[in-house]
């Protein structure tokens, strides 16, 4: 019997817990992200950096990206707080407490 075919052959990647094994065309953004995040890098605190864009764009991933690349380099640890589910400025501190991701 055939297997049944989809649109997607892998659905992981529709996870917010996939990470793709590169980014094209996104050196601009990476470059953005790296140089908010390089002060950690002579244990300096980062610049603040809001990204912005609709959903599904890759924000998330991008940055993961970044961080993960940062890591080879630097002992570092990352938190992940979804600010649709964590509203308040409390709920994300109790968040990042309670559950680092």
Not at 37 to 61: C, D, F, Q, S, V
């Given at each position: 019997m055939p297997s049944k075919r989809t649109v997607i052959d892998n659905r992981k990647v529709l996870t917010t817990e996939y990470l793709p094994n590169s980014m094209p065309s996104r050196d601009a953004e990476q470059k953005e992200i790296a140089r908010a995040?390089?002060?950690?890098?002579?244990?300096?605190?980062?610049?603040?950096?809001?990204?912005?864009?609709?959903?599904?764009?890759?924000?998330?991933?991008i940055t993961e990206y970044v961080i993960e690349d940062l890591k080879q380099y630097e002992d570092i640890e990352k938190f992940y707080v979804n600010c649709f589910d964590e509203e308040t400025k409390k709920d994300v501190l109790y968040d990042l407490l309670e559950d680092p991701y």
């Open positions: 995040l390089e002060p950690l890098m002579e244990e300096g605190y980062p610049r603040n950096l809001l990204i912005h864009g609709p959903p599904g764009t890759g924000k998330t991933a």
